[in-house]
């Protein structure tokens, strides 16, 4: 009945692959297998380290370094697949930048981030770092204030593979950037905010070799933005340029490029060939709390391929230049208009934007009074309009409200905030915009909470986000209102539902009568309040709907 133990051991070398899954611990000595046979294996070695590499890129920074703590292998794989790296950049640091360095030797986008509190690392410590990554094609750098423009130029000198450069609340100035601009020939995106070494007398900034490559340029919260006059200007392929509270007059910068891509166009036309490279290329513009007036948005409508324009929080601009704008870039997919409760753009610029821009997809207007004259306008001209946001006007009551849904047959997102609106616009939204899948309401009191559960009933795909709703069994649920810069650029959610037994039964009574109101009659009992607070996403530059 038995079996010698030569026997067994056969058996066991034949058939050990299908127990391999088996811990010898968990078995019986009884049952005759081996510790050395049933030994615990690593299923990962068998799987090769590009493909250990590909698993990484699906984790999180923190997940990945408790992995690299797993064994040798996963450590080194997780050195040398991870190409983004931020440290922060006290300098404390620099004793470990050459062990750093050598674990990830193939950093390529690097983030050296200080606070206001700490010394920061110095010029020799990146250029140590220059030297260790040679790859490097993306720099952010945030309070380094000990770097100078002598570091800065050395680290060009040794990074000339650099690709995008981000910069704030650093010391250097004029001299690191004309020096990365000289060296960095294919410098792509330039971010510029808060630096102290651009201040009044400061020597003039760019192109250099990056005249050809550079795409996207962005000025922020700078004293003396006017030395960039001359980067912006000899930029010949720039796709998009941001210049957000900059002091100083930017009408002639504006004019400038205005004139650079009229002169390119005429050289087209003379000598059919544009020896100044593709003149006409700038595609955005986004203007944010400038001196800039209306000469100089008639300057860059002779940049007829705009199809992004931000004209923000400028209280000199007014319908005259949107008019001018709207006239020559037929192209406008984007539109954000910030009138500052000026009342100097309205339904005249509207108009115009409507009878000349039929491709505009986005619409965001805040502190506009527009009226039904010129939103009717839009509705019925710009039959692509799928985004439009709504903000701070005391012009945009139930009859545009009832226009807009009438009319605007492929709008997908539409977000009200601040308007003198009540239930009869949400009552017209029931019926109309049969593509919208998303609304979203804030401080528009004349709004009850029955109105939008209504809605909610009546379009059951609908997603209806408001920010207060108050239930008479003393319920109440409020989401924290954040600035009108969030209105129309995103609209991710957080979904918290109130339960049936925090609302009270007296509201039966306050929906049906809202439904016979509105000549419906209810075939459901009452369902609680939803409720949906919208989130802000963190980036940059510029947000999506």
């Known amino acids: 009945m038995g079996q010698s133990p030569s026997a067994a051991l056969d058996r066991e070398n034949s058939f050990s692959h299908r127990f391999d899954f088996l811990s010898s611990s968990s078995l019986g000595s009884s049952d005759g297998f081996s510790d050395e046979i049933l030994a615990n294996r690593d299923y990962t070695a068998e799987i090769p380290d590009d493909c250990l590499a590909y698993v990484f890129q699906f984790l999180g920074p923190g997940d990945r370094n408790r992995c690299s703590l797993v064994c040798k292998r996963w450590l080194c794989v997780d050195g040398?697949?991870?190409?983004?790296?931020?440290?922060?950049?006290?300098?404390e640091i620099e004793a470990s930048l050459p062990s750093?360095?050598?674990?990830?030797d193939s950093v390529t986008k690097l983030t050296l981030r200080c606070s206001r509190r700490s010394i920061s690392l110095n010029d020799g410590a990146l250029?140590?770092?220059?030297v260790r990554c040679q790859n490097l094609t993306r720099l952010k750098l945030r309070g380094c204030r000990e770097i100078s423009d002598e570091g800065m130029s050395a680290f060009a000198k040794n990074s000339k593979n650099l690709r995008k450069l981000s910069c704030g609340s650093c010391t250097f100035g004029a001299k690191a950037l004309n020096a990365v601009l000289d060296y960095c020939s294919n410098l792509e995106e330039l971010s510029v905010k808060r630096l102290r070494g651009i201040h009044d007398g400061?020597?003039?900034?760019?192109?250099?070799?990056?005249?050809?490559s550079l795409k996207t340029i962005c000025l922020k919260e700078l004293v003396n933005g006017q030395s960039f006059e001359p980067l912006v200007v000899g930029?010949?392929?720039l796709k998009a340029l941001k210049i957000i509270h900059c002091l100083g007059d930017w009408d002639r910068v504006l004019q400038l490029i205005g004139n650079r891509n009229r002169n390119g166009k005429e050289n087209i036309h003379l000598n059919n060939y544009n020896s100044n490279g593709n003149n006409d290329a700038l595609m955005e513009i986004h203007l944010e709390r400038l001196q800039v007036s209306d000469i100089g948005l008639s300057a860059i409508s002779k940049c007829t391929k705009i199809e992004n324009l931000h004209i923000v929080k400028t209280p000199d601009c007014s319908n005259y230049g949107l008019v001018s704008v709207a006239e020559h870039c037929k192209l406008l997919k984007k539109l954000h208009v910030d009138g500052w409760r000026t009342n100097r753009i309205g339904d005249e610029g509207l108009v115009a934007v409507a009878k000349h821009c039929p491709n505009l997809e986005e619409l965001v207007l805040v502190g506009v009074n527009a009226t039904h004259l010129s939103l009717g306008a839009i509705a019925s001209n710009c039959s692509k309009l799928e985004r439009l946001a709504l903000c701070g006007s005391g012009t945009i009551g139930n009859t545009e409200i009832a226009c807009i849904a009438a009319k605007c047959m492929a709008l997908k997102k539409l977000c009200i905030k601040g308007c003198p609106i009540s239930d009869i616009a949400i009552e017209a939204l029931g019926s109309g915009c049969p593509s919208l899948v998303k609304i979203k309401l804030r401080k528009c009191r004349g709004v009850s909470c029955e109105a939008g559960e209504w809605l909610r009933e009546q379009r059951g795909s609908l997603v209806i986000n408001m920010d207060a709703c108050e239930v008479d069994g003393?319920?109440?649920?409020?989401v924290s209102n954040g600035g009108i810069h969030e209105v129309g650029?995103?609209?991710?959610?957080?979904?918290s539902q109130v339960t049936d037994r925090d609302a009270s039964t007296s509201s039966n009574g306050r929906l049906a009568l809202l439904r016979s109101k509105f000549g419906l009659f209810a075939s459901r009992n009452f369902v609680a309040c939803t409720f949906r607070r919208w989130s802000n996403n963190e980036d940059s530059f510029n947000g999506n709907l």
């Open 474 to 478: 003393g319920f109440e649920a409020s």
């Open 127 to 130: 250029v140590a770092i220059s």
């Open 100 to 104: 750093i360095f050598m674990r990830f």
């Open 80 to 91: 040398w697949s991870r190409h983004r790296l931020s440290l922060d950049a006290q300098s």
């Open 235 to 237: 930029a010949k392929n």
């Open 489 to 495: 650029v995103d609209y991710p959610q957080v979904v």
């Open 202 to 212: 400061a020597e003039a900034i760019g192109p250099g070799a990056a005249a050809s």
